[in-house]
């Protein structure tokens, strides 16, 4: 009998009201049912359900049983729902619940000449003129206080960044600067994603990636990269105010470092085992703490020499899988999307999950990855930046857990398995409202400085297409495609030819390759042979404008 699509939208019995299947029955209680539960507290609420009378005593009494009290970190008030918590932060602490901007005390006259427009324009911005960090959800925002394009405090800055970093991230940099036009008007520009610094966010993942940014941003011209941003040549740059770092959070990068640095909420956590020491309290210099943890919970949680040599056998059986593709000398660990491998290598589930503090001190647990469950033993693992640590009971290590999809936290962990399965949070994206304007375009800007592009010469003609064609291989038995329940591989397509069709050249490219990477990399260098072509021809088109002298 075919499965039942519970989004399916259904009649209700009672009303009108058309509802998915796995929503009616709390529906028809909530709307249509005769019962009414009354708050035991004020007498006043009456609810159909019983969420809705427990939602309703957490948000007005904070009196739910079974719940440790929560404690505001300025005052020491103790609360029982993190609603009451919320609520005393807005109205006691003056604190925004859904708003990043916070309440600073700072002298604008100090930092800038005590010029009214000036000051007035600083006056709305000046919680970016502070350090301050952000941290939502899959990213960070860092701002930092930044008067002079001085690259020693460049470098601090993203060494703070780095230290504060919990996993490795992607990361980008953006000013907040003002400017001053001919007229005299200042106006502030802020730092945001669309004015970054680099074309494309950089990876930041260790002591080196780090010394490689610091040694880029040395080559780069901050200066014009934030006149650049002028709405027109009337502004002039005037002061450099605030520099920003966006990290985009990368958990999932290969699993195992040298060397991990720990913070002591876990190193001194008793139900975490960190596995960065030996017997000999002589520290791992390997990237094995995946096959370690996997060889930790077999022996009974007891490090030792034959403990040891059981994680090289892992290890090289791992390498052995991949048939010479893996270097074991410039092994950096296990990827996510290898993980099943090893799953497969050593016959257990693995589990991992990640962790943050709440405000209390305590940790929240979040999963990373769930397991297909197809092994009769488990392994649980805490993720740390790259580091994976060994839990031998999650629920010990956590007081909470929180959906990584749409931010609901439980306190117990049944609660919160049961969630996953059920959670459609997707993303949302909200319309800004408003009357629609046109942005000027480029011509239009030149055109404002005196210089005509005629209609015909403002579209790109240039172009090219390309289609590929592939071959079906049969799966074999060392093909690292798995059947599931639900899915039945019978072949892999490998593309194998490609042809490109471009006006910048006559006739067509064709390219054949048995070796599918070698085929993208000779497919790559056809498009940049047309795009250098097609730059050439544009530069020659536009030179006048290029070499014509702006008026004074």
Not at 200 to 226: K, S, T
Not at 366 to 392: A, D, F, Q, W
Not at 431 to 447: H, M
Not at 463 to 489: G, H, M, N, Q
């Amino acid at each position: 009998m075919p499965r039942q699509n519970p989004n399916e939208k259904v009649l209700c019995p009672h009303c009108p009201e058309k509802i998915t299947k796995k929503h009616l029955s709390k529906h028809i209680s909530r709307w249509h049912s005769k019962i009414n539960l009354q708050c035991p507290n004020c007498k006043t609420f009456r609810g159909k359900t019983k969420e809705d009378l427990d939602n309703h005593i957490s948000r007005k009494h904070g009196q739910l049983e079974n719940k440790d009290p929560l404690t505001c970190l300025k005052c020491e008030k103790k609360f029982h729902s993190h609603y009451s918590l919320m609520q005393h932060r807005r109205m006691a602490h003056k604190e925004s619940g859904k708003s990043r901007r916070k309440q600073v005390d700072i002298n604008l006259g100090k930092l800038f000449e005590k010029d009214p427009d000036l000051l007035a324009e600083l006056e709305p911005v000046k919680h970016l003129l502070v350090d301050d960090v952000y941290n939502g959800k899959g990213h960070s925002v860092y701002n930092f206080q930044f008067r002079t394009m001085d690259n020693k405090a460049f470098r601090g800055n993203l060494e703070k960044v780095y230290k504060d970093l919990g996993c490795a991230a992607k990361i980008n940099v953006s000013f907040g600067f003002i400017m001053k036009s001919l007229e005299g008007e200042f106006r502030y520009f802020y730092a945001h994603n669309n004015n970054t610094l680099f074309e494309r966010p950089v990876v930041l993942a260790n002591d080196g990636d780090l010394e490689f940014i610091c040694d880029r941003l040395d080559d780069e011209d901050y200066f014009e990269h934030m006149v650049n941003e002028r709405p027109n040549i009337k502004w002039r740059f005037y002061s450099v105010t605030n520099m920003t770092v966006f990290a985009y959070l990368m958990p999932h990068v290969a699993l195992g470092c040298k060397n991990a640095d720990l913070p002591s909420y876990i190193t001194r956590n008793k139900f975490i085992y960190t596995l960065t020491y030996d017997g000999s309290r002589n520290k791992f210099n390997d990237n094995f703490c995946l096959f370690r943890a996997i060889c930790f919970q077999r022996y009974q949680m007891q490090q030792s020499d034959e403990m040891e040599k059981a994680v090289t056998d892992l290890a090289n059986e791992y390498f052995e899988h991949f048939e010479g593709e893996k270097d074991p000398k410039r092994f950096r660990g296990v990827k996510d999307k290898e993980i099943y491998v090893v799953e497969d290598l050593a016959g257990v589930n693995v589990v991992i999950y990640s962790c943050e503090r709440d405000d209390n001190g305590k940790l929240v647990g979040m999963l990373s990855r769930r397991s297909l469950n197809k092994y009769p033993e488990t392994v649980n693992l805490l993720r740390y930046g790259r580091h994976l640590c060994y839990i031998e009971d999650p629920k010990r290590v956590f007081k909470q857990y929180r959906c990584p999809n749409c931010n609901t936290h439980f306190r117990k962990f049944s609660h919160f398995q049961r969630h996953l399965t059920t959670c459609d949070e997707r993303v949302k994206y909200i319309y800004p409202g408003g009357v629609y304007e046109l942005k000027k375009t480029i011509f239009d800007e030149l055109e404002e400085i005196g210089i005509e592009v005629a209609a015909q010469d403002r579209l790109f003609k240039n172009l090219a297409i390309y289609d590929f064609e592939s071959i079906c291989v049969p799966k074999d038995e060392d093909s690292p495609l798995r059947d599931t329940d639900t899915t039945t591989w019978v072949g892999q397509h490998i593309p194998i030819s490609v042809s490109i069709s471009s006006n910048l050249v006559d006739g067509t490219i064709f390219i054949c390759n048995a070796d599918p990477m070698q085929l993208v990399r000779e497919f790559c260098a056809e498009l940049k042979k047309l795009q250098e072509k097609s730059a050439r021809e544009m530069g020659q088109k536009f030179d006048k404008v290029f070499t014509k002298p702006l008026a004074s």
